[in-house]
Antibody, heavy 121, light 106 residues
């Protein structure tokens, strides 16, 4: 069955960096776009970024553009999010998510369990 | 950017009640609208995609309708296990979520 397992979250100081990983299994990872979505504590959902199946097409939300970098390694069935210049407002649970079909980017029918990133001094 | 206005932000209803949530887009998004359910401490779950299509395995008491800028999500008969927060999500232009509707039992 499809599994997405995030890791790499933790406590980091403002201005610091963190790299999140998402290990995928149970499907042909290289066929699918993948996305990162985050949720601040007690708040709603915010899309962060997506990457095409080959990695050639990437989009970011304005709130993270220039600070975060999405990437993937299809040989390792893994998705990554490099987060630099972190701010308090980046504190959130970060989810990786897969779309319902190989032909699209959205909607998401599979999500990971999330990894918590806390930015605080 | 497309903004999604979801209402109400919370509601309280009795078991068996019909529950309706609306989502309004700031511009025409055709039918590029999905609905998710999120229970505390869990990842969101897709319920409805492309405005009105029921995801496989989702009970038929859940339904969606609308196109353009105005969309509706309905639970025809609220069940105790439906207690959750519901989000609309547009993908007419990149992706935006609505603010969420917390559904509670009266």
């Amino acid at each position: 069955q499809v599994q997405l397992v995030e890791s790499g979250g933790g406590l980091v100081k403002p201005g610091g960096s963190l790299r999140l990983s998402c290990a995928a299994s149970g499907f042909t990872f290289s066929d699918y776009y993948m996305s990162w979505i985050r949720q601040a504590p007690g708040k709603g959902l915010e899309w962060v970024s997506y990457i095409s199946s080959s990695g050639s097409t990437i989009y970011y939300a304005d709130s993270v553009k220039g600070r975060f970098t999405i990437s993937r390694d299809n040989a390792k069935n893994s998705l990554y999010l490099q987060m630099n210049s972190l701010r308090a407002e980046d504190t959130a649970v970060y989810y990786c998510a897969r779309p319902i079909a190989t032909t699209g980017i959205f909607p998401f029918d599979h999500w990971g369990q999330g990894t918590l990133v806390t930015v605080s001094s | 950017d497309i903004q999604m206005t979801q209402s109400p932000s919370s509601l309280s209803a009795s078991v068996g009640d019909r529950v309706t949530i609306t989502c309004q887009a700031s511009q025409d998004i055709s039918n590029y609208l999905n609905w998710y359910q999120q229970k505390p401490g869990k990842a969101p779950k897709l319920l409805i995609y492309d405005a009105s299509n029921l995801e496989t395995g989702v009970p038929s008491r859940f339904s969606g309708s609308g196109s353009g800028t105005d969309f509706t999500f309905t639970i025809s008969s609220l069940q105790p296990e439906d207690i959750a927060t519901y989000y609309c999500q547009q993908y007419g232009n990149l992706l935006t979520f609505g603010g969420g509707t917390k559904v509670e039992i009266k």
